[in-house]
């Protein structure tokens, strides 16, 4: 009975629909498996063994990856409890860390993996470089990938205001101070051009103050603007790998 | 060649292409443009730009000037407007307190006569005058005058660096 409940479930059309390829272990079978599925078609159809030389590419990027996943995971259940209010930010920080069931751990794991994504990404630059696995055919991959590092980058940057406590309305203050300090665009600036009602620090704080546009302006740009903007650049940063010929490995 | 055309060497198709091609990149041009002004906000909600800080009167000199010739350092107004009023001998005037280095907000320290910088350690004597630290110049004054009703008024818009120390607008004779 439960053969036939089972052969009718998988025989159904929205089973059908969903799992379009079953199980069967031919080259053609996994080859349409990988095809056919929206989240496996950024990755190669096959695999070659040094790709699990864990020496050779040390899955730094990998790792980065899924360091993004979990970014953006803990993130929207961070923005459940985040007002980006000055008169709310640090008392939501608060409330997360020591009233929200579970908020600490939430709260801790999206800055350490924050941290941690710094780190990895750095290290799966310095791999890249010492394999030369950057010379052409990928070379533009090595330039899509300085931009998601600067995307990390401006992520942590944009994160870093939003507890709004000492530390982060300072370091903020100092960093657009050194855009301020930016030739052309900066009203403190060599060569100026503008002032401070429309130089670049301007526009990043939304104000010539650090406040309730400042705040709101990182916090747009930390959850959206530049989530979307890695994910982008990410998805042509996986699909130029298998278009380069696959992942690099030992010549 | 069969097409008219009026005194020109543009075709038809070449016309509405330029007319296409031409519509189409005004459009983008203008959204473009039109997103960068958004994010110009027309009005700002920050702290007027003026402050009244008592009458003259209010800062007779104390008994006696430390080695800068400053006798005190009024810090009332700082944590509102970033602001502290000294007296010298014969003026007042109103230093910004804002690091010359980057920015952040030096701490006043009474006892030892000196703003330091929790930043990056920059030091100021009490007149404002950096001997430490990575600030390359002395701390900033805001422009000062006495209003009709005979109170200071303290001018944030106006700002003297330190080559303009000795300018009218930048001190108050008392």
Redesign the interface.
């Known amino acids: 009975m439960i053969e036939k409940f089972w052969n009718k479930l998988t025989g159904s059309q929205l089973c059908k629909s969903i799992f379009r390829h079953g199980y069967e272990d031919t080259t053609r079978n996994r080859a349409l498996q990988v095809r056919s599925n929206v989240f496996l078609h950024l990755h190669p159809v096959s695999v070659p063994e040094h790709a699990f030389k864990i020496r050779f590419t040390w899955c730094m990027g990998g790792i980065t990856f899924f360091l993004f996943l979990v970014e953006a995971f803990t993130g929207v259940f961070l923005m459940f409890y985040y007002h980006p209010i000055p008169e709310f930010a640090y008392h939501d920080m608060k409330y997360l860390e020591f009233d929200i069931p579970f908020g600490i751990i939430l709260r801790n794991i999206h800055r350490w993996a924050a941290h941690l994504m710094v780190f990895t990404i750095i290290l799966h630059m310095l791999r890249v470089f010492l394999t030369g696995s950057y010379k052409p055919p990928r070379e533009f991959n090595w330039v899509v990938g300085v931009v998601l590092i600067v995307l990390t980058f401006l992520l942590s940057f944009t994160g870093y205001l939003l507890p709004w406590d000492q530390l982060s309305y300072w370091a903020i203050t100092v960093a657009t101070n050194m855009m301020g300090a930016a030739p052309f665009i900066g009203h403190e600036g060599p060569f100026s051009v503008v002032n401070k009602y429309n130089d670049i620090r301007f526009v990043v704080l939304g104000s010539t103050e650090i406040g309730t546009n400042a705040l709101l302006r990182f916090y747009v740009m930390h959850i959206i603007v530049l989530p979307a903007a890695a994910i982008i650049f990410m998805a042509v940063h996986f699909w130029r790998i298998r278009k380069d010929g696959g992942i690099s490995g030992p010549l | 060649m069969t097409e008219h055309s009026l005194n020109s060497n543009v075709t038809r198709r070449g016309f509405l292409r330029i007319i296409g091609w031409g519509s189409f990149f005004v459009t983008l041009g203008i959204l473009i443009g039109g997103t960068m002004r958004f ?3 027309r009005v ?3 702290r007027p730009s003026t402050f009244k800080a008592g009458f003259p009167h209010e800062f007779d000199r104390k008994d006696r000037a430390d080695e800068n010739g400053v006798f005190e350092v009024y810090e009332k107004w700082k944590d509102e407007h970033s602001a502290c009023l000294v007296r010298e001998k014969n003026r007042i005037y109103a230093v910004h307190v804002k690091c010359t280095h ?3 907000t030096p701490n006043w320290f009474a006892d030892d006569r000196i703003f330091k910088c ?2 990056h350690g920059s030091q100021f004597h009490s007149n404002g005058v950096n001997f430490a630290g990575p600030a390359p110049r002395p701390l900033d004054r805001f422009g000062i005058s006495i209003a009709d009703d005979g109170m200071i008024v303290v001018d944030k818009s106006r700002v003297y660096t330190s080559k303009d120390f000795d300018k009218r607008g930048a001190y108050l004779n008392v």
Do not use: N
């Open positions: 994010l110009f906000p700002l909600f920050e980057l920015g952040c929790p930043c």
